[in-house]
């Protein structure tokens, strides 16, 4: 069985979404390791937590998905809290302060999301912040950052919770 999926798809010679198919006609001529894999359900991802676009029924391993925060009244987002899964099928915590992350169905799972009470007022550091900073090619770029005032903040078009990096907490 799989905690984090509910539909079984069939045994896989590896465990890569490359990897092919075992049927029961399969020809065994030496000894093989067989990997079970798992469909998950809409309910299966999203956990109650998060949003998951494209909206489908079924979601299968290696499928790519967006994964956003659900609007909770008077909360903004501060954290997910999620597990990695390693090939060979072990997991280890994680956390991202990233507001939308990008992945495929398997890579992360059990996802849970921390939220803080929503400040009444917009912080004095709102605002549009213009700088340059030098690349990994040791080239400057210039960087806008956008502070909304309740915990986000925007690099390049990608949203972040500037609370996750207060004194290493949420």
Do not use: M
């Not at 399969?26 to 309910?43: F, K």
């Amino acid at each position: 069985t799989n905690e984090y999926a509910s539909i079984f798809e069939g045994w896989y010679t590896g465990s890569t979404i490359n990897d092919g198919q075992f049927f029961n006609y399969s020809p065994i001529c030496t000894n093989i390791t067989l990997t079970a894999r798992w469909a998950y359900t809409l309910a299966d991802i999203e956990n109650g937590y998060v949003d998951v676009s494209p909206k489908k029924d079924i979601y299968h391993y290696g499928e790519e998905i967006t994964i956003t925060p659900k609007n909770v009244a008077n909360k903004t987002f501060s954290l997910y809290n999620f597990d990695v899964v390693n090939s060979d099928g072990s997991t280890f915590g994680s956390y991202s302060n990233k507001y939308e992350i990008s992945t495929t169905v398997g890579k992360y799972v059990n996802f849970n999301v921390q939220y803080i009470d929503t400040p009444s007022t917009i912080s004095e550091f709102a605002g549009t912040y213009t700088g340059e900073f030098i690349n990994f090619d040791n080239e400057a770029e210039t960087i806008s950052i956008i502070i909304d005032g309740y915990g986000l903040y925007e690099i390049e078009g990608e949203k972040y919770s500037i609370l996750s990096y207060l004194d290493g907490k949420p």
